[in-house]
């Protein structure tokens, strides 16, 4: 199967994160993870406190301080909580990471230390396509989220169909919740083997068959 990345939007995925809030919501899309080192137990974190900036930059006036849990968190491949980063900035001398305060309902720049470990959406998005793909089932759905109104893809005749040669799967967008999974928006073209098909879409210059949806390692 032939993997295409049309789009560097599924390198941001889209935040499904369905908050309440009387502020303005969050951004719509995530740049990463921020994780507590190994070691750094949930109490050490509960009572940590985080020095807030207005801008990536420590001349800037500090906000104030806040607590790990004081902001918005998405669940890592562990199930272990972790910060949903939204900014990333090098200015010379310090790594900086834009979190959002649930609490005041904002946007805040924090300094790196080594009690946290960053993983760019970047990484985590392709490892989890190039690890999804090769067990995909054909399962395309309508929107991210809705495993229940799944829309089932299947070529006109599987012994007809090599899906290693034949399937071309274009990916344009991702998603995730706040449980973590990753959902990708993709197309699937596929090629006519019939023979008089194949010639009849010759003539008239028709495109291969495509399908879109949404994939998810959730099926499987």
Known sequence: MKLTISSSSMLKPLLLAGINTPFTPPPDRLTGLL???SGNSSYTRKFEKIVEYHRPHTAHPRLSC?????????????FEESLAVF???????????QLWNNINGQLVWVMHD????????AIRAMDALVSLIPQWKGWLYPAPGCASARNPFSPR??????????????????STDLSGHLWFLVTVYTNCIDRQRL???????????A????????DH
Not at 114 to 121: K, S
């Open 35 to 37: 994780t507590a080192r």
């Open 66 to 78: 806040a607590k790990w849990t004081d902001y918005l968190a998405v669940n890592d491949d562990q």
């Open 87 to 97: 900014g990333f900035n090098y200015d010379g001398e310090q790594t900086w990471y």
């Open 114 to 121: 080594d009690t946290r470990v960053y993983e760019p959406f």
């Open 157 to 174: 005749s599987a012994n007809q169909i090599d899906a290693q040669s034949v399937h071309n799967l274009r990916v344009s967008d991702s």
């Open 199 to 209: 010639l009849r879409k010759a003539h008239e210059h028709a495109a291969p068959d």
């Open 211 to 218: 399908r879109s949806g949404w994939i998810t390692h959730l």
